[in-house]
């Protein structure tokens, strides 16, 4: 790609909201610019660069017949290598101090041969600043625990046979439009205990294949040491989590879901890593400025973590290497960046943006190129890999194209929906609900950004807060979910959780995700094992058999959201742009609007207002068909309209002298209506 600045940026040139702020939008390409480039004249490309996973930790040496291990100390003494492999005796392999601090031992095949084996435990004893301390080396690719001690330590894998990924050509541009279903594999089963990846593999994927849901997005892959951190708290970047089994487990799983035609998305943490000393990144060469800045800088005072130093070159390269070894070695289809906002602002984003300039100061310029460098690595490495970034903040240029002075993300996530949904829960009787407000907290995004749209993710499921179903039912989920009760709390909760996913996924967003289980309900916060609850898995798993036992209500929300997902990919809503507003009737809370010219949407938010033979504009005249009604019994409602009878248009002049054409439908109360026009 072209790295010299020649003229005006593309995205400044066709926005002019920027152009008061030209100067930092060039300054910032500018930067991008140089990093590749300097990049470029040493490694030849950005793929090649992104290398440090062929070269670092353990790398067999067929010519020499042996093991080269080498970490990155520049700040260390003295470094040891030890394991199982040597009786674990901590200074018989010393390593040699090499050039930018990179240290490195040659283990032969003749000497150690049946010792340094596959599954071998191995640290390293690093001698700092911070005294003598057992560590465990930044690349390594496995980490276990020991039960007894409860210890972390690496392991050297290198299975004899390598996984077999023959036939896996998936390709996640092939599938459109995108229906996300956020997972998370150790609490993914109905047990109490830890779900594996073989488990999520027969039991899961063919559930969200069945849902319609086409992207499955993995938390908590790589290691971290405490479970109830959700798998952000990194210790070990390069390790998936042992918790779940093998990394050959893993592989499997993506080779299964690519055979099922789902695609995996990874949740991608390099916003920050953990402070532990024993397991981590911290403080590894001894210093406290190795793979952070000093002090203060190199903290995240809000999640109690580490934060990277983007600016400094090996940091950049175990980074950059890192993205391209998810892809490379476990064939992930892409990523969704977290916490993009703390990368970019030093003050981590807890700030109003409420002016331009709120954009342009208080950034993390060498956090904004690396994110930079890190998404033309992914597209050029895999050119139909897909990036999400995680940004609250709307950091102008976030979804631009890189070569046109953007940071190069596929999509963003709509994180104001969900938090609008929660507020109007929690503070606004829905009888009050201003319809205008809803309509353009929906629609309010730029044409140009691609947006993830959802009414609520795992953050809503965690304990301290609460999912949509359970604000809206709340205790009488525990003894009114069954078919037989009449209780208004549920009739009116089931009646509005699948009107607000419906509004949510046909107006918000150019993609959908839900998080495994709300989509019918799940009744339960997250809370993993930790001191306070006993150490309880009770929280820390999913009751699928609630969606399938057919004496309970949830199998109803289970049965709209699939019938929803399938109405979306059977019309490819997604795909078709904004929606088209036909009618804001406040006095009846009803909104109606269109996609494609010929599917209509009719939502009546008023929670007693049904209204027979109500005049609804359509956008061309013909016969309507109803294709999804959210009162249908099949969904738990109350089966008021008769979805077989057509509705013919009839012509009206209005005022104006214009003639606008119009169906009439029975407009039920907290109900929603999809309509689409039929072909005679």
């Not at 560590?135 to 690719?141: E, K």
């Not at 070695?329 to 906002?341: A, K, L, N, S, W």
């Not at 070569?403 to 609008?420: N, T």
């Not at 609804?616 to 409602?637: E, H, M, N």
Request: hydrophobic share 40%.
């Amino acid at each position: 790609m072209e790295t010299k600045l020649s003229g005006r940026l593309a995205i400044v040139e066709q926005d002019d909201w920027l152009k008061p702020v030209e100067g930092a939008m060039t300054e910032r390409y500018a930067h991008f610019c140089r990093r590749l480039s300097g990049i470029e004249r040493t490694a030849g490309s950005l793929v090649d660069y992104a290398n440090g996973y062929l070269y670092f930790g353990f790398q067999y040496d067929p010519v020499r017949r042996g093991w080269w291990f080498r970490e990155w100390l520049p700040g260390a003494i003295d470094v040891y290598l030890f394991g199982d492999f040597n009786g674990w005796q901590r200074t018989e392999l010393p390593l040699r101090r090499g050039a930018g601090g990179v240290w490195s031992i040659f283990l032969p095949d003749e000497s150690f041969a049946g010792r340094l084996v596959h599954g071998s435990r191995v640290k390293i004893l690093v001698h700092g600043r911070n005294g003598w301390l057992e560590r465990i080396p930044a690349y390594i690719r496995r980490v276990v625990q020991d039960e007894q001690s409860k210890d972390f330590s690496g392991q050297l894998w290198a299975p004899v046979e390598p996984f077999d990924w023959n036939g896996d050509r998936f390709d996640i541009s092939s599938l459109g439009s995108l229906y996300i279903y956020e997972c998370h594999v150790g609490m993914s089963q109905e047990k109490e205990g830890v779900g594996t990846y073989a488990e999520f593999a027969g039991t899961v994927l063919p559930r969200i294949k069945e849902d319609g849901y086409n992207v499955v997005q993995l938390m908590a892959v790589a290691e971290h040491p405490y479970y109830g951190s959700f798998g952000y708290h990194v210790s070990n970047f390069f390790a998936p989590s042992s918790r779940f089994g093998t990394p050959e487990d893993l592989k499997a799983l993506i080779k299964r879901a690519h055979e099922l035609g789902l695609a995996v998305v990874m949740d991608l943490v390099q916003a920050h890593y953990v402070k532990n000393i024993n397991e981590g990144l911290n403080e590894l060469d001894g210093t406290d400025h190795h793979y952070s800045l000093p002090g203060p800088a190199g903290e995240q005072p809000y999640w109690d973590s580490k934060l990277f130093d983007y600016g400094k070159p090996e940091v950049e390269h175990f980074l950059l290497s890192n993205v391209k070894y998810w892809l490379d070695e476990f064939h992930f289809d892409g990523y969704r960046f977290d916490g993009v906002t703390s990368m970019i602002y030093t003050h981590h984003g807890y700030t109003e943006f409420d002016s331009r300039d709120k954009y342009f100061t208080d950034v993390n310029g060498d956090a904004l190129a690396y994110l930079t460098l890190a998404n033309k690595l992914v597209h050029d490495f895999r050119p139909g890999a897909v990036t999400i970034a995680e940004d609250v903040s709307g950091m102008p240029g976030m979804c631009a194209p890189v070569p046109d002075g953007g940071v190069g993300f596929d999509y963003r996530l709509g994180m104001a929906v969900p938090d609008f949904w929660i507020k109007l829960l929690k503070e606004v009787p829905d009888e009050e609900w201003n319809i205008w407000e809803m309509w353009h907290m929906m629609v309010d995004r730029l044409g140009t950004v691609k947006t993830v749209a959802y009414c609520e993710s795992h953050d809503q499921a965690l304990v301290g807060d609460k999912t949509l179903a359970f604000r809206l039912m709340d205790k009488q989920m525990y003894t009114d979910m069954n078919r037989s009760a009449e209780n208004l709390v549920i009739d009116r909760g089931m009646a509005l959780h699948k009107l607000i996913r419906l509004f949510t996924i046909s107006l918000a967003g150019d993609a959908y995700l839900n998080f495994m289980g709300n989509e019918f309900g799940h009744p339960e916060w997250i809370d993993f094992p930790r001191e306070g609850n006993g150490w309880s898995y009770a929280h820390a798993r999913r009751q699928w058999s609630l969606s399938t036992n057919g004496f309970l209500r949830y199998s109803f929300l289970g049965e709209f959201d699939k019938a929803m997902i399938g109405l979306m990919r059977r019309y490819g809503v997604l795909a078709s742009g904004f929606a088209y507003n036909h009618l804001m009737d406040e006095m009846n809370k009803t909104i109606v609007y269109s996609h494609r010219g010929d599917l209509l949407f009719v939502f009546n938010w008023h929670p007693q207002r049904s209204i027979p033979g109500y005049e609804v504009p359509v956008p061309a005249p013909g016969r309507y068909r109803i294709v999804l009604s959210s009162d249908a019994k099949r969904f738990g409602g109350y089966g008021r309209i008769d979805e077989s009878v057509d509705a013919f248009s009839f012509p009206r002049t209005h005022a104006d002298g214009s003639v606008g054409h119009y169906i009439k439908v029975y407009n039920l109360s907290r109900a929603a209506l999809v309509l689409k026009k039929q072909e005679d």
